[in-house]
Structure formats: structure tokens, C-alpha cells
Antibody, heavy 123, light 107 residues
Framework: VQLVESGGGVVQPGRSLRLSCAAPEFIFSGFAVHWVRQAPGKGLEWVAV????????YYADSVRGRFTISRDNPKNTLDLQMNSLRGEDTGVYYC?????????????????WGQGTTVTVSS | DIQMTQSPSSLSASVGDRVTITCRASLHISSYLNWYQQKPGKAPNLLIYAASSLQGGVPSTFSGSGSGTDFTLTISSLQPEDFATYYC?????????FGGGTKVEIK
């Protein structure tokens, strides 16, 4: 595992949480990076992506307007700011890097993943 | 948004069996289709990208085919370590949606 997530925990509905993902420069630099989540016992859900230079961001409908993805390239870190959290946001959150250092709007598969960090939204 | 429909949602098979999983996209996605394997408690692992290209380190018993809207993942001879859940994902346009998954269990 070459990406490392952190920041998960238990949070009340309506509150905020910030996840982080750290990776070596050779993994992080030049690649789009994604967040993918998995609710307990459920399938994978793509959450968000940010382009290699941070100039473009895309979100799943379920999180748009509540979550913000960002990256700090000099520090080789990726963040996910999660606001107005809901019970359905509970799950394991993975960061993953795109396979190709592309400069278009396509993805080319996610070839490196973190171990995941667990978020539980509960009162 | 592009919807991905995987079938079956689960299957039972024996070691040595040939297994086929299908994935259908709601819109044309060319060959922007990836397959992942996930074992319990672990992160997903990329098996196939661009519909038919084998990711490095993945056994040649795995293969992918298709383009446009219909895709297939085939395991030519199921091995004990292949019992897992498999997901397709379209990477044509964001949101980069996953299929619902196919759990491959031991018969």
C-alpha cells in the first residue's frame, strides 16, 4: 500500500470531517487522484476526483455541494472536506490514483489505493 | 450520469471452472471500462483497464472484452484465490460510476 488515508472517525449528523491522503511524490505527482467509498456490506461508490494540477474537480451527485476535494502538490497530499454529513455517508473511504498522467477528462483506471479510513456518522 | 449494470450479482463456482461476468453501460463508453477485484477487508485491485488490457502482475487467467456498452470479464480457470467480489467501472466521464458488484463464491 503506497497511499495512506487518515482523518476518519465517528461524527454526528450535520457535522463536518476532513480526510487526508498522503503518498510518495512518484505516485502523486502528475496524476489525477480520486476518493471512493464503501458503505458497510455494500459495493463501491465513486465520490470525487481532482485533476493533476487541482484545476478540475468532479463529484458524485450524492456529495456535490457538501464535499470538497483538494490537493497540495508540494506536500503530496489530498484532502476531502466533508460537510453536512449524513448517515448514508458512513463507510470506508479510499483514496486512489489514476493509472495514467492524462490531461483530458477521462480516467484510465485506479491502479494504486490506500488501505481506507472509516467514517461513521451517528448520533 | 452513466449507469453501470453488472450481472449476475453473485455466483457459485468450483475451482477450475470458467466464469463470466457481464457489465452494461447506459451510454456508449468506447473502451473506457475497468475491472477490479476486492477481497474482504481489503482495498480493490485493478485487474483490467481499457476493457481488455491486463494490469501488470494479474494472472493471464483473467481477460476482458467488449466495447461500446457491453463488456465481459472472464476467468478461464477459477483458482482458490479468485473467490472475491468483482466490480466494473466506467472511466469515460465523471462521475466514474461502478457496477453493483459480483460476488464469486465457492460451490
Amino acid at each position: 500500500v503506497q497511499l495512506v488515508e487518515s482523518g476518519g472517525g465517528v461524527v454526528q449528523p450535520g457535522r463536518s470531517l476532513r480526510l487526508s491522503c498522503a503518498a510518495p511524490e512518484f505516485i502523486f505527482s502528475g496524476f489525477a487522484v480520486h476518493w471512493v467509498r464503501q458503505a458497510p456490506g455494500k459495493g463501491l461508490e465513486w465520490v470525487a476526483v481532482i485533476s493533476h494540477d487541482g484545476s478540475n474537480e468532479y463529484y458524485a451527485d450524492s456529495v456535490r455541494g457538501r464535499f470538497t476535494i483538494s490537493r497540495d502538490n508540494p506536500k503530496n497530499t489530498l484532502d476531502l472536506q466533508m460537510n453536512s454529513l449524513r448517515g448514508e455517508d458512513t463507510g470506508v473511504y479510499y483514496c486512489a490514483k489514476d493509472r495514467v498522467a492524462a490531461r483530458n477528462s477521462h480516467s484510465y483506471g485506479l491502479d494504486a489505493w490506500g488501505q481506507g479510513t472509516t467514517v461513521t456518522v451517528s448520533s | 450520469d452513466i449507469q453501470m449494470t453488472q450481472s449476475p450479482s453473485s455466483l457459485s463456482a468450483s475451482v477450475g471452472d470458467r466464469v463470466t461476468i457481464t457489465c452494461r453501460a447506459s451510454l456508449h463508453i468506447s473502451s473506457y471500462l475497468n475491472w477490479y477485484q476486492q477481497k474482504p477487508g481489503k482495498a480493490p485491485n485493478l485487474l483490467i483497464y481499457a476493457a481488455s488490457s491486463l494490469q501488470g502482475g494479474v494472472p493471464s487467467t483473467f481477460s476482458g472484452s467488449g466495447s461500446g456498452t457491453d463488456f465481459t470479464l472472464t476467468i478461464s480457470s477459477l483458482q482458490p484465490e479468485d473467490f472475491a467480489t468483482y466490480y466494473c467501472q466506467q472511466s469515460y466521464s465523471a462521475p466514474f460510476t461502478f457496477g453493483g458488484g459480483t460476488k464469486v463464491e465457492i460451490k
